[in-house]
């Protein structure tokens, strides 16, 4: 099947073929609109406008911002307010809120300068719309002056009590800030921590020193006490030589007493005649002749202790005492070079070596300068290290004490500060709460000797003569165009169908 190409002039065929189908239903579109505007009855509309002027309160305080358009349309659409306008004109209960709220609007302009209410109303009786309007302009202004009069008028005893309470709150919060400075000086606070801080300090300063004159002090007495102890072995040494020397020496001595004693008997026997004395003597007892002729023969014999024999035993006896002696500091001597040794080697420190003893066989030995020096020195020494570790004490000792004491100073002088920051923040604020009051104080007596009426009318509602509704040209324009198109429409659907009928009819002969 070839494909037919539709052009113009197959339209305006379909047209004028059906153009009694297009006119009919035009006509009968325009007599419809026609007939139903005629039936509509006039819309006549009124209009009233309300100024709300501006307060001496809002002149002064311009801060006092106005209301919200939202608030004044619900102000003006109020349904309390609509019912007692719609008693009023129409009688109660004839009229409800409803029907007034769908012929009334309320439009808002100029909210910021001088807000400017337009109240519009519609309805099919010109006289009722301009009473409804102006009905709505009086109730409004009634029952809305006082209200929108000043906040501040409305509030001047509120504000006048909170500006008493406020002034006494800060009268009581100056006196307080003004006892607790007295009664908590900063300033000598201040003072006394700065000098408990400079002593502490200081303290810790001689502290250091202490510590560093105790270390050099005993790094300088170590020095001593090793060469004390060096030069005290190099005597033991020459002690422990020399004693050992005497002690041979003693022993061979007396060896050699004991050989020579042991030859030495201990008693002798003496023989001697009578000397002359004796012989006297015997006269005197009354001897005979012939005794007296032999006396000159008598030899007496005596047994007298050998002097030798006990001068050697004596010399013998001390002689093994002083070698017991001697053996006794040989021992000695030995016990100490051993211990010195042990010392010479020992890396502790200077605060292990002991300051060197007196020993009984050391008074015995030499003695030289350096010894004593070295001795002088060290015990000195001691004397300074134990003055300066009792210094270090006390010091530590009150560092902990200090140290305590400024923790609190400081934590009291932080509370005193922050509690005067505290009251200070306080006064400020109710300073500032003090002056706004003041200031709204006494805006709200500028306000209140106001007259409360800021509504003015400014256009009253007349009597409209021309009706703004409906209009019946254009609804019978629009009506034409729309019956124009429905009967175009209905002539190419008929046209379709008849062609599509045709088609079908020849395929089935």
């Keep these: 099947m070839e494909e037919y190409e539709v052009n113009?002039?197959?339209?305006?065929?379909?047209?004028?073929?059906?153009?009694?189908?297009?006119?009919?239903?035009?006509?009968?579109?325009?007599?419809?609109?026609?007939?139903?505007?005629?039936?509509?009855?006039?819309?006549?509309?009124?209009?009233?406008?309300?100024?709300?002027?501006p307060t001496i309160a809002a002149e002064v305080v311009p801060?006092?911002?106005?209301?919200?358009?939202?608030?004044?349309?619900?102000?003006?659409?109020?349904?309390?307010?609509?019912?007692?306008?719609?008693?009023?004109?129409?009688?109660?209960?004839?009229?409800?809120?409803?029907?007034?709220?769908?012929?009334?609007?309320?439009?808002?302009?100029?909210?910021?300068?001088?807000?400017?209410?337009?109240?519009?109303?519609?309805?099919?009786?010109?006289?009722?719309?301009?009473?409804?309007?102006n009905t709505w302009a009086r109730l409004f202004m009634e029952r809305n002056s006082a209200f929108l009069m000043s906040r501040i008028a409305r509030s001047y005893e509120f504000v006048a009590t909170s500006f008493a309470e406020i002034q006494t709150d800060l009268s009581a919060k100056e006196v307080e800030r003004k006892v607790f400075k007295q009664a908590n000086p900063r300033a000598l606070l201040a003072t006394k921590l700065e000098r408990l801080l400079a002593t502490h300090r200081q303290n810790m300063i001689v502290l250091e020193e202490k510590r560093h004159q105790f270390k050099m002090e005993e790094a300088e007495v170590f020095a001593a006490e090793i060469a004390l102890i060096q030069h005290a072995y190099n005597i033991a040494t020459t002690l422990l030589e020399e004693k050992r020397n005497s002690l041979a020496a003693e022993k061979a001595r007396i060896a050699q007493i004991e050989r020579e004693w042991e030859e030495i008997a201990p008693v002798v026997v003496l023989r001697q005649g009578l000397d002359l004395r004796d012989i006297g003597v015997f006269l005197a007892g009354g001897l005979t002749e012939a005794e007296l002729a032999g006396l000159p023969a008598l030899v007496v014999e005596q047994e007298v202790k050998n002097a030798l024999f006990f001068s050697f035993e004596h010399q013998i006896k001390e002689g093994r005492t002083t070698i017991a002696r001697m053996q006794k500091e040989i021992v000695l001597l030995a016990n100490a070079l051993a211990e010195y040794r042990v010392r010479l080697f020992q890396e502790d420190g200077a605060s292990t070596v002991p300051l060197l003893r007196r020993e009984r066989w050391f008074t015995a030995g030499p003695r030289d300068a350096l010894f004593y020096s070295l001795e002088r020195q060290t015990r000195e020494g001691r004397v300074t290290i134990a003055a300066l570790q009792t210094a270090i004490n006390r010091l530590e000792e009150t560092e902990p004490i200090m140290t305590?004491?400024?923790?609190?100073?400081?934590?009291?002088?932080?509370?005193?500060?922050?509690?005067?920051?505290?009251?200070?923040?306080?006064?400020?604020?109710?300073?500032?709460?003090?002056?706004?009051?003041?200031?709204?104080?006494?805006?709200?007596?500028?306000?209140?000797?106001?007259?409360?009426?800021?509504?003015?009318?400014?256009?009253?509602?007349?009597?409209?003569?021309?009706?703004?509704?409906?209009?019946?040209?254009?609804?019978?324009?629009?009506?034409?165009?729309?019956?124009?198109?429905?009967?175009?429409?209905?002539?190419?659907?008929?046209?379709?169908?008849?062609?599509?009928?045709?088609?079908?009819?020849?395929?089935?002969?």
């Design 404 to 509: 305590a004491q400024i923790a609190e100073l400081s934590a009291q002088l932080a509370k005193v500060d922050l509690t005067i920051a505290m009251l200070d923040r306080d006064i400020a604020t109710l300073q500032e709460m003090h002056h706004g009051l003041a200031q709204s104080l006494l805006n709200a007596r500028i306000a209140r000797a106001e007259e409360p009426e800021p509504i003015t009318v400014v256009e009253a509602a007349i009597v409209p003569q021309v009706p703004i509704g409906p209009r019946r040209m254009l609804n019978v324009a629009i009506a034409g165009i729309l019956g124009l198109m429905i009967g175009v429409f209905v002539a190419f659907a008929a046209h379709y169908l008849k062609d599509n009928q045709s088609r079908v009819s020849g395929l089935n002969i």
């Design 63 to 133: 801060a006092e911002r106005p209301l919200a358009p939202e608030t004044y349309r619900r102000l003006a659409t109020a349904r309390d307010l609509l019912r007692e306008v719609g008693d009023t004109v129409y009688g109660p209960g004839e009229i409800t809120v409803e029907a007034l709220v769908d012929r009334m609007q309320v439009t808002i302009d100029g909210v910021e300068v001088f807000p400017l209410l337009t109240m519009t109303v519609t309805g099919s009786d010109p006289r009722m719309v301009t009473d409804l309007a």
């Design 8 to 53: 113009l002039a197959d339209y305006l065929r379909v047209l004028w073929r059906g153009k009694w189908l297009v006119i009919i239903i035009t006509v009968v579109a325009l007599a419809a609109s026609i007939i139903f505007s005629l039936g509509i009855p006039s819309i006549y509309q009124a209009r009233t406008q309300l100024m709300i002027m």
